[in-house]
């Protein structure tokens, strides 16, 4: 029976309300209530912040088809290294994980290979093209914790609508990759002073809010959750405050590069900038970190996407969207969150880790509670360190943060109750 016990740590567990300086108890890969004994290894963890696994709930892992970007294993050795013991894989792979078989394929993949958990998401629409159900039913039975086409948008209403009440029929969320295709058009960047300075297509804001005010309806038509995935406009978090007011079953998630950079990154034409949705302008930005701090915004995501660096090495232009951002992403939100800018608190920030995304995919994870498996993330919001896209554990590195100075990182990473990664 393997026993341990971690010490002196800051413990920090939102679904419980705790936070102290305490002692947790870990037995045979479950949390325990009471002292693990005095042969257990000790973990001192001074200084250090003892939170539930963190999750991730945006991630590509590229498999099955494209393996030259990422592997299931390696995206899982990237989650480690970032402090995440349980990430949610986005289904547009080759084959897309619209059949039950291409999802039993993930998950038997992840079994075999993966240090921490992996969840599959299923597609909404057949082979992500928008235009037939995929079968929303069969998709829950096999183990989807949601449905999305990310990376792609059902721009038919109709067709949204019948899939809301379908997820709920099964019990599943609805997540969003929020495009309004007509309006964004051939659009790389964000529409306004840079797009027009550089001569480059432009991807309004609108192109988001379009679509985020379309599931508002839908979430209140249908009774059914929505959660918007990486937004990036002022009006996204205005539309998205308004009707959760109003008591609307709709959430959004930020990721990092959405308030660590603006769209003026984009003048010297690194690809390393180009993502969907694209920087936006500081007043954007400013949205988002209050959208953060009031409760709008519950979710952080890193929207991982990892790209070979011959396909990044291209005219902007023609260059993928996307960026790498597991081992990036917590260091990122502690120091501009928290650090910088105070716009939320420690606690807050584990908790949108922990117990919001858990909630939000009705999954046993994100807690410290008595007999729950003993995933566990020691953190460090001390600590100062550098990004070196060398030393990833990701396939890729393309990051526009190499060679950042950031404070505050994982520093170990427990998966049921052992240690699969520390710094």
């Given at each position: 029976?393997k026993?341990?016990?971690?010490?002196?740590?800051?413990?920090?567990d939102?679904?419980?309300?705790r936070?102290e300086?305490?002692?947790?108890?870990l037995?045979?890969?479950?949390?325990?209530?009471?002292?693990?004994?005095?042969?257990?290894e000790?973990?001192?963890?001074?200084?250090?912040?003892?939170?539930?696994?963190?999750?991730?709930?945006?991630?590509?892992?590229r498999?099955?088809?494209?393996?030259?970007?990422?592997?299931?294993?390696?995206?899982?050795?990237?989650?480690?290294?970032?402090?995440f013991?349980?990430?949610?894989c986005?289904?547009?792979?080759?084959?897309?994980?619209?059949?039950?078989?291409?999802?039993?394929?993930?998950?038997?993949?992840a079994?075999?290979?993966?240090?921490?958990?992996?969840?599959?998401?299923?597609a909404?629409?057949?082979?992500?093209?928008?235009?037939?159900l995929?079968?929303?039913g069969?998709?829950?039975?096999?183990?989807?914790?949601?449905?999305?086409?990310?990376?792609?948008?059902?721009q038919?209403?109709?067709?949204?609508?019948?899939?809301?009440?379908?997820?709920?029929?099964?019990?599943?969320p609805?997540?969003?990759?929020?495009?309004?295709?007509?309006?964004?058009?051939?659009?790389?960047?964000?529409?306004?002073?840079?797009?027009?300075?550089?001569?480059?297509?432009?991807?309004?804001?609108?192109?988001?809010?379009?679509?985020?005010?379309?599931?508002?309806?839908?979430?209140?038509?249908?009774?059914?959750h929505?959660?918007?995935?990486?937004?990036?406009?002022?009006?996204?978090?205005?539309?998205?405050?308004?009707?959760?007011?109003?008591?609307?079953?709709?959430?959004?998630?930020?990721?990092?590069?959405?308030?660590?950079?603006?769209?003026?990154?984009?003048?010297?034409?690194?690809?390393?900038?180009?993502?969907?949705?694209?920087?936006?302008?500081?007043?954007?930005?400013?949205?988002?970190?209050?959208?953060?701090?009031?409760?709008?915004?519950?979710?952080?995501?890193?929207?991982?996407?990892?790209?070979?660096?011959?396909?990044?090495?291209?005219?902007?232009?023609?260059?993928?969207?996307?960026?790498?951002?597991?081992?990036?992403?917590?260091?990122?939100?502690?120091?501009?969150?928290?650090?910088?800018?105070?716009?939320?608190?420690?606690?807050?920030?584990?908790?949108?880790?922990?117990?919001?995304?858990?909630?939000?995919?009705?999954?046993?994870?994100?807690?410290?509670?008595?007999?729950?498996?003993a995933?566990?993330?020691?953190?460090?919001?001390?600590?100062?360190?550098?990004?070196?896209?060398?030393?990833?554990?990701?396939?890729?590195?393309n990051t526009?943060?190499?060679?950042?100075?950031?404070?505050?990182?994982?520093?170990?990473?427990?998966?049921?109750?052992?240690?699969i990664?520390?710094?």
């Amino acid at each position: 029976m393997k026993k341990t016990i971690i010490r002196n740590g800051r413990i920090i567990d939102p679904a419980n309300g705790r936070d102290e300086v305490g002692e947790l108890f870990l037995v045979d890969g479950r949390i325990a209530a009471e002292r693990a004994g005095d042969d257990a290894e000790v973990i001192d963890a001074t200084g250090l912040v003892v939170a539930p696994g963190l999750i991730d709930i945006h991630v590509h892992l590229r498999e099955p088809g494209f393996g030259w970007k990422e592997t299931i294993e390696s995206g899982a050795r990237a989650a480690a290294a970032g402090g995440f013991t349980t990430i949610v894989c986005m289904p547009n792979t080759s084959p897309v994980a619209d059949s039950p078989s291409t999802v039993t394929w993930i998950k038997d993949r992840a079994a075999q290979t993966a240090c921490v958990n992996v969840l599959p998401t299923g597609a909404i629409s057949k082979n992500l093209a928008g235009e037939e159900l995929a079968p929303i039913g069969s998709l829950a039975q096999a183990g989807v914790v949601a449905i999305t086409d990310d990376g792609h948008c059902i721009q038919n209403n109709e067709l949204m609508r019948r899939a809301v009440e379908y997820a709920r029929m099964v019990g599943v969320p609805v997540l969003d990759h929020c495009q309004d295709y007509n309006l964004v058009g051939n659009g790389v960047v964000h529409e306004g002073y840079w797009s027009t300075l550089l001569g480059l297509p432009g991807w309004p804001a609108a192109g988001e809010e379009a679509i985020v005010a379309r599931n508002i309806l839908l979430a209140e038509l249908c009774d059914h959750h929505i959660h918007c995935q990486h937004l990036s406009s002022a009006g996204s978090v205005r539309l998205l405050r308004e009707a959760r007011a109003r008591g609307v079953k709709i959430s959004g998630e930020v990721c990092p590069h959405h308030i660590a950079l603006t769209d003026e990154s984009i003048q010297n034409f690194d690809t390393n900038f180009k993502m969907n949705p694209p920087l936006r302008t500081d007043e954007d930005v400013a949205a988002l970190l209050a959208g953060i701090a009031d409760g709008t915004v519950e979710i952080l995501g890193s929207d991982h996407a990892p790209h070979a660096r011959f396909e990044k090495e291209v005219e902007f232009d023609a260059a993928p969207f996307g960026i790498v951002g597991l081992e990036t992403e917590l260091g990122l939100f502690l120091d501009l969150l928290v650090h910088k800018t105070g716009a939320i608190e420690l606690p807050r920030l584990i908790e949108m880790f922990t117990l919001n995304p858990a909630r939000l995919l009705k999954i046993d994870a994100g807690t410290l509670s008595s007999g729950a498996v003993a995933d566990v993330t020691l953190i460090d919001p001390e600590l100062e360190w550098t990004v070196d896209a060398k030393v990833f554990e990701t396939a890729s590195c393309n990051t526009p943060f190499d060679g950042w100075k950031l404070k505050g990182r994982a520093v170990r990473t427990i998966v049921g109750g052992e240690t699969i990664w520390r710094l």
